[in-house]
């Protein structure tokens, strides 16, 4: 099925084009190592490029996955869905905090409306990819029919080559929009890593004490339906998901406390990775689905760049899980690719950096070894 | 004399225009305070302009300031001094870090030479404001002669005036190049402290063992000479500068154990601030740049913006001292203002969400009481 091509297709990181970039970061006119997390950054440009970037990622995408939350009726959130419908409004009206950003970063906004609740009026910034009005409450019973789970991951490869086609981009930063999604990907960290619910579950948009209370609880039910993580014991936190579940656990997860947004970018994820698209992963959501991308195709996630470290605190966990190391930390919480967006900017500066300067024996500048 | 104008020039930041910025974030379509240090930031930027910016800080320039220092034939860094000369003409080639960072976030490089040892050939890009062919040797004597810390801070109004004729701009980031300057650096930000030497000592360009155990021992040979600091009690730490010493300390401390770029960027921090221009920082010695500054108009540093945390080790403390926090922590450690050019975006970022968000009664969203 979908799953098996995508393990097959995805190919590992370019292991000698990242030893050369390696080499001539290091021979730049710089002290060894003085650029820190952004030479890192350009190592894993030309390892997914296979060799130093034809461009400096100048055509920018930014694409938000959206979707209603069935377990939104549990009170789980401090809006009500219907804000999810109204926020997509404002994406492709250009008036959100992600319009504000993007125009900052220069890049072009998409929404995915892989399951909103409220039917959407056409928009040309907006992919009609939906899977269904809103999931199921995933306190409950399964979110997702399983039958159903190849058709989301299969409208996150319409959603990627919807844009494509639009206009060619060379890196794409991807981003949520869902009331009650945070309950989602608190689920789904917490089925992956092993982590007790108290730990994956935050504040998301701002609620009291008695939501995050009933939010644990939801959690908590619906990770009890999920085998083998029943009953979680505190201060255990699984490695890598692909090495401690079987292949297929990422079905039932998926399935029992996924969304249509989040299964789709997991869709999307996959997609870029076999097209060796750089993916800019944004917050706690885009983590999750991350976690189910590279459950179906290990090599996928060498091809994600972790935005920055949200405030949600399962995030952080996640991020372990998927052995990504945030580039940001400016204690944001908002979701929209927010987080993504500003990213891009380091990006460009990697690939120029490896692509633009030159070496000390190109500049004739004197090397350490003249200091002695 | 010049530092009095100064103290009475620049304006504090607009508190007014502060409470007013925050009104209108919290108003904004999303969760209240989810977009962290971007707000922080855009309630800065407001501050500083006395209102919502009427621009999103396009216009940026990058400024590095270049001088060379006495103390570099003690063998305190691994470069020899004659690579000053030489990365500045790679700056004015384009071809070095900077430059391929300042295309990334379309911003204009400038060098200033304050105190460069080798004549260098004029070019576009190079604005000449020389002090004088490097400091004399700090761990000796004065670095810089009392009397002409006033012709220096005047020759950073030059450089910034230079620079604002040729292209106006809304926002400067600060850099700086010169081998040897972390030494003068960490002397400064021990002064200005009282931190122990070995605590503001670090690796700079990436010296041995060796050359570290030299230059703390230079550094401490040094502050001997400063009054109040030669007997620093490990552990303690004195707050911001301008509390805890007398007016013109400053002087004292600029003249034995500044350097020629550092004393030219405090003169530029303060003509930005008079001018209400916000000021990126870059690393360590542009901290020690500041720190001046704050000595002798505290008001200067509230235009001041701290891009990121290097890894130097005294940068923290530098950073502390100046009540600044860092917006990026990329474990960079290079200067030319690499890490003041990554933060560029976000202003223009924090800017546009100021500006052009649409609050939730302007867009019709469902706000968080909606939902009770």
């Not at 869905?81 to 492709?92: D, K, L």
């Not at 125009?103 to 892989?114: E, G, M």
């Not at 959603?159 to 929009?177: K, T």
């Not at 890593?193 to 004490?209: F, K, L």
Request: glycine share 10%.
């Amino acid at each position: 099925m979908i799953a098996q091509c995508w393990r097959e297709e995805i190919a590992p990181l370019d292991a000698s084009a990242a030893a050369a970039a390696r080499e001539r970061i290091d021979a730049l006119t710089k002290p060894v190592g003085s650029l820190g997390r952004i030479e890192e950054l350009a190592v894993q440009l030309c390892a997914i490029a296979g060799g130093v970037p034809t461009h400096a990622y100048e055509r920018r995408a930014i694409l938000i996955g959206a979707g209603d939350h069935g377990v939104a009726e549990d009170g789980v959130s401090a809006y009500p869905s219907e804000v999810t419908a109204q926020m997509v409004g404002g994406f492709v009206a250009g008036t959100a905090a992600i319009n504000a950003f993007a125009r900052a970063v220069r890049a072009d906004v998409y929404v995915a409306n892989f399951g909103v609740k409220t039917p959407l009026p056409p928009h040309p910034r907006l992919l009609d990819v939906l899977c269904g009005y809103a999931t199921a409450n995933l306190a409950r019973r399964a979110a997702i029919p399983r039958g159903d789970l190849g058709y989301v991951l299969a409208a996150g490869i319409a959603a990627f080559d919807e844009i494509a086609e639009r206009a060619p981009f060379d890196v794409l930063a991807l981003g949520d929009m869902g009331i009650a999604n945070t309950t989602s990907a608190a689920a789904i960290v917490a089925a992956f890593t092993g982590a007790p619910a108290e730990t994956v579950v935050g504040r998301g948009t701002g609620i009291d004490d008695a939501r995050l209370a009933r939010k644990i609880a939801v959690v908590k039910r619906a990770l009890a339906r999920i085998e083998d993580v029943s009953a979680p014991r505190p201060g255990t936190v699984r490695s890598t998901p692909q090495r401690t579940r079987g292949a297929d656990v990422w079905e039932q997860i998926a399935s029992e406390v996924g969304g249509y947004e989040i299964v789709g970018l997991a869709g999307v994820i996959l997609t870029a990775a076999r097209a060796r698209i750089p993916v800019v992963l944004d917050g706690y959501i885009v983590a999750a689905a991350a976690l189910i991308a590279g459950a179906i195709a290990p090599h996928a996630l060498g091809y994600c760049i972790a935005a920055h470290r949200s405030r949600e605190p399962g995030h952080a966990l996640a991020l372990d899980a998927l052995g990504l190391r945030p580039l940001l930390d400016l204690d944001l919480a908002l979701g929209e690719a927010s987080g993504a967006a500003l990213a891009l900017p380091l990006i460009e500066a990697a690939a120029r950096m490896v692509r633009e300067m030159r070496t000390f024996a190109e500049a004739g500048v004197a090397t350490k070894e003249d200091a002695r």
